[in-house]
């Protein structure tokens, strides 16, 4: 209920007054009264006048299905968004309630508290100044494709913030990186048995909003937000729509086409590391190659000076030899 007056808010560019609502919507003045005083409580800002009513003067800067669905433009991805102000992780509470919720479902936090990154690592997840979450989705292929689907979130977060106008590139296999230093990061977990996929959860964390001191002083060197690095704050909600509508496209196509060429094109000319001299790190051993490009299987290929080697993603992180990361 108290998204449908909030609809009818944003619809009315004057005051709307109590009585009219609560005919509208069946409901005493009084319970008009509390969905209006819950709103303000989630950071809009309505202003009340005794006998004009209830005026949308503001939306808070957050990433609700209220806030994103006008500018949201999808088939599958973002079906259904869930809305958290504070989760442990939005990939943990995505595993949880896959099984009962359609493939495209979105779940959204402003915080977390546990941000995971591969292999056990954290992200960083400052509250409000970031995005984080995670797609659910349920492909009817094998499970040895799924190392191309992070592929597929990457290419579609460097796509949505092109829309954005910022201008990125593609840090094999999961990283968006802008002049050297990363400002999001994707998370891909499978859940498959004999052979089938049950769901893959595709976690997305993009940097925003933090100010240079807001990025933790361990991580300055290697990473950045948006903002620092476009100079211009970004509206999270934008920019949110902009990748679940890209990964929706991408997806589509994956769907239709049962390949994912578009999406390692997109890795391919937006690439971060292709073409430059890299360092492949695994455990405690690095060695240093040449990234030459992309195979059809969504893999590096590294020269390295025994020869071209293909390179897995999930076990190794590759730094630039020329960056810190
Ligand atoms: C990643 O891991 O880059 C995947 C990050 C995925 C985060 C999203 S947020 C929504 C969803 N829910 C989750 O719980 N996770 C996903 P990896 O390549 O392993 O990078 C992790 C490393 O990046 C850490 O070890 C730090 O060095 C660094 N790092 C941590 N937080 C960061 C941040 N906010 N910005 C940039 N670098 C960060």
Request: aromatic content about 6%.
């Amino acid at each position: 209920m108290k998204h449908k007056i909030l609809d009818r808010l944003h619809e009315e560019e004057d005051f709307l007054s109590g009585e009219k609502l609560s005919e509208e919507f069946g409901l005493s003045r009084t319970a008009i009264w509390k969905h209006v005083k819950s709103l303000k409580e989630d950071g809009y800002k309505i202003e009340s006048v005794t006998r004009k009513g209830y005026r949308l003067v503001s939306s808070p800067d957050i990433v609700n299905y209220d806030e994103i669905k006008e500018i949201l433009h999808t088939k599958i991805v973002g079906s259904k968004v869930i809305y958290f102000r504070s989760l442990e992780s939005t990939n943990k509470t995505a595993k949880e309630v896959a099984a009962v919720n359609n493939e495209g479902t979105v779940i959204v936090a402003e915080h977390q508290t546990k941000g995971r990154g591969r292999l056990g690592r954290e992200w960083i997840s400052l509250n409000r100044k970031g995005l984080y979450f995670s797609v659910i989705l349920k492909p009817d292929t094998d499970p040895t494709k799924v190392a191309k689907l992070t592929l597929m979130g990457a290419a579609a977060v460097n796509r949505g913030l092109v829309d954005m106008g910022i201008e990125s590139r593609i840090k094999w296999p999961n990283d968006i990186v802008i002049k050297g230093k990363k400002v999001a990061g994707i998370l891909t977990e499978m859940n498959c048995e004999l052979g089938t996929i049950n769901h893959i959860i595709i976690g997305i964390g993009i940097n925003v909003n933090q100010s240079k001191e807001e990025i933790p002083y361990e991580l300055r060197d290697r990473a950045s937000s948006l903002l620092i690095e476009s100079n211009k704050a970004i509206k999270r909600k934008e920019l949110m729509a902009a990748v679940l509508n890209r990964l929706d496209e991408l997806y589509l196509k994956f769907l239709q086409d049962e390949d994912l060429d578009q999406v390692l094109e997109i890795c391919r000319e937006e690439s971060a590391v292709i073409g430059k001299d890299v360092m492949v790190i695994q455990g405690n051993s690095s060695r240093k190659g040449h990234a030459v490009g992309i195979n059809h299987d969504g893999e590096l290929q590294v020269r390295f000076d025994t020869g071209l080697e293909t390179v897995y993603s999930g076990e190794v992180s590759i730094r630039r030899e020329d960056e810190y990361i």
